[in-house]
């Protein structure tokens, strides 16, 4: 299995630009979330998802869109980019229990000039 | 709200000595507790976790934490840290509908040998 997959690794994009990122899991997981990582502020949840079709807001979800069309896959959308979402950003899943924790990706590395 | 306290933004121990990282929890129900592991620009990789039973639970890489429901507490302990645990370290507890996890803001790690 690969696991959680993340793409791409970095990113740059001048403010305004919009761009995907992202993310798939082969674990057959309902779960699946995108977090923005900042220095000194931990993860914060971005979206997240129980299933194909359901989506939610986290924490911090403003300038974000997702969809999950399918169990596999979960991007995540940068409508117009500003410089604060420069961030380092994670996918993760996690099967229904709790018990277990969550799967994180690699993440991506995002710049916005 | 639930929140996750680490206190310590920074701890340098000595190789071969003793590491406790401190974290608080708030949060009204059972917690499902975790402690997730950074190096430097990699992904996080999970430690350990409690969701009931023995209050002191064992993980991966030699370190074990203690839940304390009086004192809303999960700490993590290693009795001999290696040069190779420096990393940051995060402490998250899982809330709500699709296990989603609310971070502490890390403690970094420093060994000197």
């Known amino acids: 299995n690969a696991g959680v997959t993340q793409t791409p690794k970095f990113q740059v994009l001048k403010t305004g630009q919009s761009m995907t990122l992202q993310c798939a899991q082969d674990?057959?997981?309902?779960?699946m979330s995108w977090y923005r990582q900042d220095p000194g502020m931990g993860l914060r949840l971005i979206h997240y998802?129980?299933?194909?079709?359901?989506?939610d807001q986290g924490e911090v979800p403003n300038g974000y869109n997702v969809s999950r069309s399918t169990t596999e896959d979960f991007p995540l959308r940068l409508l117009s980019a500003a410089p604060s979402q420069t961030s380092v950003y994670f996918c993760?899943?996690?099967?229904?229990?709790?018990?277990?924790?969550?799967?994180f990706g690699p993440g991506t590395r995002l710049t916005v000039t | 709200a639930q929140s996750v306290t680490q206190p310590d933004i920074h701890i340098t121990v000595s190789e071969g000595a003793s590491l406790e990282l401190r974290c608080n929890y708030s949060?009204?129900?059972?917690?499902?507790l975790f402690w997730y592991v950074q190096s430097p620009g990699q992904g996080l990789q999970l430690l350990l976790k409690?969701?009931?039973?023995?209050?002191l639970v064992q993980g991966i890489k030699g370190f074990e934490a203690e839940f304390k429901r009086s004192q809303s507490s999960f700490n993590l302990r290693k009795p001999s840290v290696h040069w190779s645990d420096a990393a940051e370290y995060f402490c998250a507890v899982a809330v709500g509908y699709g296990n989603k996890l609310v971070f502490g803001a890390g403690t970094i790690l420093r060994v000197k040998s």
């Open positions: 674990m057959n997981h309902e779960y």
């Open positions: 993760a899943s996690s099967p229904e229990t709790g018990r277990v924790g969550q799967y």
């Open positions: 998802s129980v299933g194909a079709g359901i989506t």
């Open positions: 949060y009204g129900a059972t917690p499902y």
């Open positions: 409690y969701f009931s039973g023995d209050t």
